[in-house]
């Protein structure tokens, strides 16, 4: 119940992906989704993708007839087409199914979707997208009239039309939702949710209930497809995100709930261990050909409870990165390992490292990075004991000592690369 006493009206952001719009039935069966929905009293904003290939058609066929002519601006025009041809279809689908509806374009007044002017990955200037949204938008599902919009594209304050790049239809459905705001966001794919492993590689993987944005993260690095990890950071704790399979032809229907939010949407340096750490080396012949070392290394480390930082196994050597003040017995051990077997030939260990974390939404599409971070250390003569990639995270151990120069050298470097 409202304030004043109302009902209050559910509100929905759909969004189908290319897949589910690839063909007139699937379209058909998309409208009767909305449509059926939209019977209840609920009101639906839908972000529609380019039908599905189209552009990459685009893309590509611009690109043989126009070679390396064309500006950004030029082809983000020309790429817009791919999501406004597929509102205007979806539009004219759902107005066929008896549902008063409304569709928005790039050049309409009332467009929200406002980028800054970086054509082919525009960013969206969400304060001002939300202000558009709650002026323009709201009202008209207030009217009861579902207004349908093309998403991964933008318009820029003086009217030229960006494209937003990958993930970009997730990205305005997710601003969609937090302006408006709406009660959940619902994604259409091709798949019944996010599953327990790719189905082209695993056997019957099974679709997983639900799952924490931050645990997301990590698979959305790997390269799954369901959302675009960049689009994650327009997510708000407040509204779940529903990935639904578009066969189902029901928005009510089963899939995987995102719940939560980002811990943080913006790029940090920070030290991700407060205490000292150690670097524990093996060396010695055909170590990672050689489980029966590699499990009792990890038995060992289990069997003291100390957590693994880090590590590096090549054909030569096995690299550990552990707290510093982890039990004198584990080295032991370690090390009898070490004498036990033929294949390993020596352990040394290197205290008083600090362990740096660099972590952010969208890191792994930073091209540079990892370069940056060295030249920077590199231009102080600070050394680097260890560095890893891992779910948008660069992980960079380096002497103790030189542990908060490293930090501001770091953030310096990070900030200069992305802006």
């Known amino acids: 119940m409202s304030k004043k006493g109302k009902i209050s009206v559910p509100c929905l952001v759909v969004k189908f992906g290319g897949k589910s719009l690839a063909d007139a039935p699937r379209i058909i069966r998309a409208a009767e989704a909305v449509a059926k929905e939209k019977a209840k009293g609920t009101k639906i904003a839908v972000v529609v993708s380019a039908m599905g290939g189209t552009t990459d058609s685009l893309l590509e066929t611009a690109t043989q007839a126009c070679g390396n002519t064309l500006s950004g601006e030029e082809l983000d025009d020309i790429l ?3 999501e406004r041809t597929s509102a205007r279809i979806f539009a004219a689908a759902l107005k066929a199914q008896g549902v008063k509806c409304l569709y928005l374009d790039p050049f309409d007044p009332k467009w929200p979707m406002i980028t800054d002017t970086a054509f082919n990955n525009a960013q969206p200037m969400t304060p001002l997208c939300e202000k558009l949204i709650r002026e323009y938008v709201s009202p008209i599902l207030e009217q009861g009239t579902v207004v349908v919009l093309p998403g991964f ?3 820029t304050e003086d009217r ?35 599953m327990t492993a790719d189905p082209k590689i695993i056997k019957k ?9 931050n645990q997301l993260i990590g698979l959305a690095d790997s390269g799954t497809k369901f959302i675009h990890q960049k689009a994650l950071r327009y997510k708000v704790p407040s509204i779940d995100i529903k990935v639904i399979d578009h066969a189902k032809g029901d928005l009510k229907s089963e899939g995987t709930i995102i719940r939560g939010g980002l811990h943080s949407n913006s790029v940090t340096v920070e030290r991700a261990y407060p205490s000292p750490a150690m670097m524990v080396t093996m060396v010695g012949t055909a170590i990672s050909e050689s489980p029966q070392i590699l499990q009792e290394v990890f038995q060992q480390i289990r069997a003291a409870r ?20 982890s039990p004198s017995e584990l080295l032991e051990a370690l090390h009898s390992t070490v004498v036990n077997y033929e294949q390993t030939l020596a352990l040394a260990v290197r205290k008083n490292l600090a362990f740096i974390k ?30 890893f990639t891992i779910t948008s995270s660069v992980l960079v151990f380096v002497d103790l000592k030189h542990g908060e120069k490293a930090v501001e050298l770091m953030q310096k470097s990070i900030r200069v690369k992305l802006n």
């Open 80 to 82: 817009s087409m791919g």
């Open 153 to 155: 594209i933008g318009k």
């Open 160 to 194: 030229k039309v960006t494209t937003m790049g990958r993930g970009g239809s997730d990205t305005t459905a997710l601003i969609l939702a937090q302006a408006l705001p709406a009660d959940q966001v619902i994604l259409v794919t091709d798949v019944e949710g996010i």
């Open 205 to 213: 993987p099974r679709r997983i209930g639900g799952i924490d944005v």
């Open 306 to 325: 100390v957590p693994i930082l880090g590590v590096s196994i090549n054909h030569n050597s096995l690299i550990l990165y552990l707290p510093e003040n």
């Open 358 to 387: 660099v972590g952010g939404v969208g890191l792994e599409e930073t091209p540079g990075i990892i370069s940056k971070i060295s030249q920077a250390l590199y231009s102080e003569g600070i050394n680097i004991f260890g560095i």
